[in-house]
């Protein structure tokens, strides 16, 4: 058998190692607490203020809150604007881990289109933390109940009561108030952005978008406490938001129908203003479109047919319309003959039917009337619309004197109304001309501008606003939507009544004799408004109709008459007409452009006996949208001419014609 050794073992130098190494080891530790003891020590008193900062903000949230938006009334209190309640169904991307699984389960119980989830994806590339992102706005009571009976298959899904825009006059105001929409990218860049949120809405055109400060007011915000898992604990602090102002327009709804209705089916625009202070009574483009449909987002397909529609009806005609003056321009070139004494009263010619311009080749200029009208002075002019007198009067006085008193009547610039989308209109002038079509300047041109053709072009509120000038010998205001406002705080500012610099004539009789003449429109037997208004009104008048010739009619001068038969109506004539009534103490002027129709003076005696007229206004039937929201105000309170060509001017930027002649 093997030998085993035995070794004995060393206990004293094995507890001296041990010790050493024990030693070691409590140095260590103690290295490693002093350093954990001074790290934390530098947390908690060095580093205190920062990393309680830090750490309050990942346990509280702000979320703001959308103000009520200031409604909008009538002159007399009739509600066009108003805040309706609705459901919509979000989505809180931070509670979901996949949106496009939740979305599509939800499509099961809750019918999505295409247009809405476009636009949930592009405000979820731009959401904030605990965002609510809108999946549907509109819910009907059964989609909610729905919803609600399978909600705990939904987490981060969740109905949400708003306010959402409703005009209750729809279309019949559109072009007045405008529209509010989702506010995007572009409109941020022009917008106070500590105002608004991904979800809040703003206004795009119209009142809604001038006053769009007011009506806005300022946004409120929650401080919540939330749990780990990013749900709320509890409220802690509310900052309410600050409500919109009201505001009180200066329309009157039911004229606003009654104008709308005398349009009918006819495309154009009526603008009625008070001429004693400038307010807008109506305005209204025809056709029209329903603003409701962008309150909760309108989907591509709709916007496209409104966009393409051949009849433009989100084109507003009354202050983005322009149109050839046509022989509504003839009282203002009256005016300026008579102030400038190129003319008087008494001075006459002889009208044979043709004008031609001496010393040139050119064809003659044809008036209206094939045989002409013989004897004619300034009254007969405009009573009968002569053109010949004003092609005579025109040379006489040279295009500077035409620009000139066309200015000082607003023409060719914006009237200042409190609507953003105006447009400024054309007074051609040489300067004008060479710089727009690198063409000169000819005296065919000036024959032209004497009654309204050529280049001349203005919108039916410079129209109205012009006549409106007329009426009152000179006295000017500058034309406003706006009739006062009421704060969140319930005070009451009435809008500041803003007169402008009057147009003084160097003899005051020569207002009478232009506003007599434009009284022989209506009221004499070869007036060209004769047959529509007659001497028997209960009111008197002066007005002043015009013809747009949009095609050239050939002259057949063997039987001396224009050819018209067979004409589209895309081509046939715009009728104009301006107007203001009584004639003594006037209460309102009125400017009407129908397209392709002969029915502006029409339009402009429905709409002028249902102002004037009591008993026309309280037995015509109007068709009023049903239950019409009224409250209580805060505070008591004609194809007669026939001119030249034009180009069709329902085009935001017409094109120019190079046509200088009357070629029939």
């Not at 095609?551 to 038969?565: L, V």
Request: charged share 20%; glycine share 6%; hydrophobic share 40%.
């Amino acid at each position: 058998m093997p030998l085993h050794r035995h070794h004995l073992k060393d206990y004293q130098s094995e507890t001296k190692v041990f010790k050493q190494r024990l030693l070691q080891a409590t140095i260590v530790v103690a290295i490693l607490i002093c350093v954990l003891w001074f790290r934390l020590a530098y947390l908690q008193i060095i580093e205190h203020q920062y990393y309680q900062q830090l750490a309050t903000q990942n346990q509280l949230e702000m979320f703001a809150i959308d103000p009520n938006r200031g409604l909008i009334y009538d002159r007399n209190g009739v509600l066009l604007a108003s805040n309706t309640p609705t459901f919509t169904l979000s989505i809180i991307p931070d509670y979901v881990s996949n949106t496009n699984d939740i979305i599509t389960e939800l499509s099961k119980i809750i019918a999505f289109n295409e247009s809405h989830l476009r636009q949930f994806h592009k405000a979820l590339k731009q959401h904030k933390k605990f965002a609510h992102i809108p999946l549907k706005y509109k819910l009907t009571q059964s989609e909610v109940e729905t919803f609600f009976a399978n909600q705990f298959r939904f987490p981060g899904a969740v109905i949400d009561a708003t306010m959402v825009r409703r005009y209750p006059f729809g279309e019949i105001t559109a072009n007045v108030i405008g529209y509010i929409s989702k506010i995007n990218q572009q409109d941020l860049k022009t917008t106070e952005i500590n105002n608004y949120t991904i979800n809040s809405f703003i206004g795009k055109i119209g009142i809604e978008k001038y006053y769009e400060e007011e009506l806005r007011g300022k946004i409120g915000f929650q401080k919540v406490e939330i749990d780990a898992t990013g749900h709320i604990v509890r409220n802690l602090k509310t900052l309410n938001p600050t409500p919109g102002n009201n505001l009180y327009l200066t329309i009157d709804s039911n004229l606003q129908i009654a104008a709308q209705q005398a349009l009918g089916n006819e495309r154009g625009a009526v603008v009625v203003i008070d001429p004693n202070n400038g307010e807008i009574l109506a305005l209204v483009s025809n056709p029209s479109y329903d603003p409701n449909l962008f309150a909760y987002g309108i989907d591509i397909e709709s916007f496209q047919q409104l966009q393409n529609s051949p009849d433009k009806p989100m084109y507003n005609r009354a202050i983005r319309g322009l149109f050839p003056l046509a022989s509504t321009i003839k009282p203002f070139i009256a005016l300026t003959a008579l102030d400038t004494n190129t003319i008087d009263n008494k001075y006459t010619i002889t009208d044979p039917g043709w004008f031609k311009l001496p010393n040139t080749q050119h064809p003659p200029y044809r008036d209206w009337q094939p045989r002409g009208h013989g004897e004619v002075n300034l009254t007969k002019a405009i009573t009968v619309s002569c053109d010949v007198f004003f092609y005579t009067l025109a040379v006489k006085l040279g295009i500077e004197k035409i620009d000139n008193i066309l200015q000082r009547f607003g023409f060719g610039q914006k009237t200042g109304i409190d609507l953003g989308e105006e447009l400024s209109g054309i007074v051609a002038s040489p300067k004008w001309k060479i710089t727009n079509t690198g063409k000169p300047w000819y005296l065919g041109d000036t024959v032209l501008s004497s009654i309204g053709q050529g280049f001349m072009l203005a919108t039916p509120l410079q129209l109205a606003n012009a006549t409106a000038i007329i009426a009152n010998r000179g006295v000017r205001y500058q034309p406003h939507l706006l009739l006062k406002r009421q704060t969140a705080s319930g005070v009451i500012i009435e809008q500041q009544l803003q007169d402008l610099s009057p147009i003084v004539l160097k003899n005051k009789q020569n207002w009478d004799i232009v506003i007599n003449a434009m009284k022989h429109v209506t009221s004499h037997r070869t007036g060209t408004a004769y047959n529509h208004f007659g001497p028997n009104l209960p009111y008197t008048i002066a007005g002043k109709t015009g013809t747009a010739q949009l095609f050239r009619h050939r002259f057949n001068e063997e039987n001396a008459t224009f050819e018209t038969a067979n004409i589209p109506k895309k081509l046939r004539n715009h009728s104009l007409f301006i107007a203001f009534a009584p004639i003594d103490r006037p209460k309102i002027a009125i400017a009407v452009v129908v397209e392709n129709s002969i029915t502006a003076p029409i339009v402009a005696k429905k709409v002028l006996n249902y102002h004037l007229l009591p008993n026309a206004s309280s037995t015509s039937t109007l068709a009023v949208p049903k239950n019409l929201p009224v409250t209580t105000p805060v505070t008591p309170d004609d194809q007669n001419d026939n001119e030249q060509q034009s180009e069709d001017s329902s085009e935001e930027k017409p094109t120019v014609t190079n046509e200088y002649t009357r070629n029939f």
